[in-house]
């Protein structure tokens, strides 16, 4: 069965620390690596991930996968407050039906304190 | 351009009654999935349909059904509810079936089963 494991599963950090967020996946014929950030309800897609070694960035965000070791990690330097939220992980790869489909890490909740 | 919409957003039911959620995706968008969301379990892949075809389920029981109509709206339905089913549940739109790539997540339907 696909699987995808996250850690930790929260962190408690000062403002301005920088933060490496994990995520190892088992899943079948993999696709993609994607994460996403929920502050209240709905997740906001962040990043997207297909290749080894490219590292994705967007602002103080980044992450890289390693398709060899099957892992990914999300950075987020100088944090703030508004950079708390829940973080989710989700691996993408082929359904017994044989389609494309997601599955989802629990979550690493991160909180900021000012 | 509208976002994801789903309704209700809050619902109280008690065991053994049944409810349906709705789910109106992005505007363009054929591929509706849903996904139930717990503390404990992370986000769980219900189904996706796209095209009003079902095209992925996951391991839930047939107590948790779904469908999509010719305008790409979806419905779910739980019937015989128990505790264990309180949750948010969370629909995402796409343009693409599968979900490999970005998903466009609703801001959920908290249902609570007394």
């Known amino acids: 069965e696909d699987k995808v494991v996250q850690s930790p599963l929260s962190l408690v950090v000062h403002e301005g620390d920088t933060v490496t967020l994990n995520c190892s996946y088992e899943?079948?014929?993999?696709?993609?690596l994607l994460w996403y950030k929920q502050e209240k309800k709905a997740p906001t897609f962040l990043f997207m991930l297909?290749?080894?070694?490219i590292e994705k960035k967007s602002g103080r965000l980044s992450s890289i996968l390693d398709k060899k070791e099957l892992f990914s990690i999300l950075n987020i330097t100088a944090t703030q407050t508004g950079d708390s939220a829940i973080y989710l992980c989700?691996?993408?790869?082929?359904?017994?039906?044989?389609?494309?489909?997601?599955?989802f890490g629990t979550g690493t909740r991160l909180t900021i304190i000012p | 351009k509208a976002g994801v919409t789903q309704t209700p957003r809050y619902l109280i039911k008690t065991r053994g009654q049944q409810v349906t959620l709705s789910c109106s995706p992005i505007?363009?968008?054929?591929?509706v999935s849903w996904y139930q969301q717990t503390p404990g379990q992370g986000l769980q892949f219900l189904f996706e349909?796209?095209?009003?075809?079902?095209?992925n389920k996951g391991n839930f029981p047939g107590r948790f059904s779904g469908r999509q109509f010719s305008n790409s709206r979806s419905e779910m339905n739980v019937s015989t509810l128990e505790l264990g089913d309180s949750a948010l549940y969370l629909c995402?739109?796409?343009?693409?079936?599968?979900?490999?790539?970005?998903?466009?997540f609703g801001e959920g339907s908290r249902l609570t089963v007394l």
């Open positions: 995402a739109s796409s343009l693409a079936s599968g979900g490999t790539g970005e998903l466009f």
């Open positions: 899943v079948t014929n993999f696709r993609s």
């Open positions: 297909t290749s080894s070694g």
């Open positions: 989700a691996a993408g790869g082929i359904s017994n039906f044989g389609n494309e489909k997601l599955t």
């Open positions: 505007s363009g968008h054929r591929s």
């Open positions: 349909y796209f095209s009003e075809t079902q095209r």
